[in-house]
């Protein structure tokens, strides 16, 4: 890590780098200090777009929201941005401007196309990808993007997700390996390359030139240079995705960086993340049980497995996410975790079809509580349950880091502690780590600021009420 005691006050409150991070739900666009300091941070909401009767990915609100951000970072010495961005999500571009608005995830393809690319997959054994709904296999939205815009299969270049945003800030087109090997049905795991559906579509001859996370692939368009006030020199790295974001994040702290670990990162999603110190044969997991094999920006397969844990919590509680692990309600959360345990109160899996371990539970409540504390202490066990099978799948050992926003969510973190004895389980800021990962790629040798926090059992045993979860939600399977 970078000595702050050795640089001037100046050094330390400068802007050097400025990550923008699109997620599923919110963007943000943040700004650096050489040595690891966060200075400024914007946020927003994406919007829902349909066009055309499909769902789209809100682009230009987005666009207009860097704009904008970048204009309010302009008094300082930027030198980089890198962009960070959700995975299962491409841009078409044609003639130098986008072809279409680019498919949103949760729009769900016709009958006959779903049908049409279930029988052209290539397997899971090569992928690492297994069939999911509805457009989060990138290859299912590609076949019907083809579908509906024939006119663009030649001619046209793919760009993923993040390095859409990498050529808006550069207008260099890039593709890079962290999107394109997240379940995505488009990478060979092991032979680091295009898969075999790939190179029959002919999509791996329209992805731009492949390109490492961390490369330089231009600098600030001069449009956006004299618009921002930024420097057209700033320089504009490749970027990743931002499962991996968090996970180089993570890759900070010693006590993980060189350890057989797990990372469970948690937004919208929560994504079980094993960095293996030995070998791990990813043939053995579950396809059908959302078990998938990411890919590091190094090229390294990291076995996963995730649910849609956020998601689902909003659902349980029909309220803002954050009401879970707001500062002030941990204490009555924690209290309440002692009624639910009584009153056998519990939610079963799944609340989002299709995916997660228990793909085809029919989720709901039993015994639900009418104490608003007790709801929402129930959200988080149910979280916390989900969440230990995910790790099961994957294998998980010795230690697991819990990072993202529900990191602060104390029941949650602290019945997983109560589930796995075995781990020492730790939380670390739960703010900005998918930024701090991709700020990590213009600097690797910084260090996240503060220590790992351990992560103590809930003062109550809750051995009883996880068998009685485990055999009711196997009675619905």
Partial sequence: MLDRNSVSEVWVNSGFAIVVDIGKTRSKVTLWSRDGTLLGNHSRANEKVLTGGIERLDEAGIAEFIRTSLKEFSDHPVEY???VAHGAAAVTIADHAIAFAPFDYEAQPPADVVAAYRDMRAPFAQTGSPALPAGLNLGQQLYWSDREYPEHITNSTLLPWPQYWAWFLSGVAASEVTTLGCHSDLWSVSEQSFSSLARKQGWDERFAPLRRADDIIGTLRPELAAETGLSSEVQI?????DSNAALLAARGFAQIEDEEATVLSTGTW???MRLARSTVNLHDLPEARDCLVNVDPFGVPVPSARFMGGREIETLIQIDTHQVDIKPDQPHLLAAVGPVLDADAMVLPTLSPGNGPFPSGEGGWINRPEDWYERRAGACLYAALVANAALELVGTQNKLLVEGRFAEAEVLVRALASLRPDL???VANAHNDVSFGALRL??????PVGDLRRIAPLGHDISSYAAMWNEHQ????
């Fill in 237 to 241: 790295l490749a970027g990743l995705h």
């Fill in 474 to 477: 196997a009675a619905l399977a």
């Fill in 442 to 447: 213009v600097e690797p040798s910084l260090r």
């Fill in 270 to 272: 929560f994504i079980a």
């Fill in 81 to 83: 941005i890198v962009a």
């Fill in 424 to 426: 020492q389980i730790f």
